[in-house]
């Protein structure tokens, strides 16, 4: 399982990115897929997931309403659409592979990407 993550950058408050996530070494669409945070000086937490087929999605209270999770199962990539980005917002993004095809649990990570958010 490899998942290389990208598009990560400085922005400012209120701004956006979008995070791309290529997957190689398993089958793609046959997995839910989840986006993960490590701010600094906090422990990992889950943010968003994707069932297999895009269907169903989940969010963490923290960015629901301002991120949007999708995937591209033909392409192997899961996208993260971050708007209305706040500080807090800042930290380390990853994503990750479930063991199912509704949901986690989350078991092979990618290095992840940064994200700044700053004024």
């Known amino acids: 399982v490899q998942l290389v993550e990208s598009g990560g950058g400085l922005v400012q408050p209120g701004g956006s990115l979008t995070l791309s996530c290529t997957a190689s070494?398993?089958?793609?669409?046959?997995?839910?897929m989840a986006w993960f945070r490590q701010a600094p000086g906090k422990q990992r937490e889950q943010i968003a997931e994707?069932?297999?087929?895009?269907?169903?999605?989940d969010y963490a209270d923290s960015v629901k309403g301002r991120f949007t999770i999708t995937r591209e199962n033909f392409d192997k990539t899961v996208f993260l659409r971050m708007n209305a980005l706040k500080l807090e917002d800042t930290g380390l993004y990853y994503c990750?592979?479930?063991?199912?095809?509704?949901?986690?649990?989350?078991?092979?990570w990618g290095r992840g990407t940064h994200v700044t958010v700053s004024s």
């Open positions: 994707i069932n297999w087929l895009g269907s169903n999605t």
């Open positions: 070494g398993f089958t793609f669409g046959s997995y839910a």
């Open positions: 990750a592979k479930g063991t199912r095809r509704e949901s986690g649990p989350y078991t092979d």
